[in-house]
């Protein structure tokens, strides 16, 4: 297994969008998870419902031993938690162009980076307990976190969490170093 997605839905996997929902499928340290999420649209923003489109307006993970599409058993390896989160420090780490093609249109770009840096510490913290990862990897991990936490309690322009900000401001530059210096604690194990 070399994916931390099931991918027999559309060819792509990694996310199924329809209008403003998502669904994945995708494995850490635990197991497989189905993921639905609605976000935002912006009829939703209008009715003032929303604040913004493609806010995340409901997110639901399950656990799952089969594919509720293919009906395929999901094979599970404690490597996946690795897996996973070399995915989304690779993303992280990537430029805006690379960040939006990942990232589905309905979705708003740094609400989602700012889940997977959390998620990633979830992942690291997990594969810290299992020692499969090191306290200097976790450290580093976290310390992207922590970073948009203080991109969050920064009095600094609202400007910063936009697309443009994606795109440009040097907060996300920081985010994108620190994933690509945390990217190397992260190898995935030598099989055979
Ligand atoms: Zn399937």
């Known amino acids: ?5 099931h991918e027999c ?3 792509q996997g990694k996310y199924l969008e329809r209008n403003d929902r998502t669904i994945r499928i995708f494995s850490d340290c635990i197991g497989w ?3 639905l999420s609605h976000y935002a649209s912006e009829q939703d ?3 003032g419902d929303a604040e913004y489109k493609g806010a995340l307006f409901f997110s639901s993970e399950l656990l799952i031993l089969y594919c509720p599409f293919c009906g395929t058993k999901l094979q599970h390896a404690e490597q996946s938690g690795i897996l996973l989160l070399r995915h989304i420090l690779t993303i992280l780490a990537s430029d805006y162009n690379e960040q939006r093609k ?3 249109e309905c979705i ?3 609400d989602e980076l700012g889940r997977m840096a959390n998620r990633g510490a979830e992942i690291a913290r997990s594969l810290f307990e299992r020692r499969i990862i090191s306290q ?3 450290e580093s991990i976290k310390s992207i976190n922590t970073a948009f936490f203080e991109m969050n309690s920064s009095d600094c322009s609202r400007d910063v969490w936009t697309n443009d900000g994606v795109m440009t401001d040097v907060s ?5 170093s620190l994933a690509e210096s945390s990217f190397r604690y992260v190898q995935p194990a030598v099989s055979g």
């Open 102 to 104: 990942q990232v589905p």
């Open 172 to 176: 996300w530059q920081r985010i994108r």
């Open 1 to 5: 297994m070399n994916s931390p997605y």
């Open 9 to 11: 839905m559309n060819g």
């Open 33 to 35: 998870y189905l993921a």
């Open 108 to 110: 708003f770009l740094p």
């Open 45 to 47: 923003v209008e009715d």
């Open 136 to 138: 200097e990897s976790l």
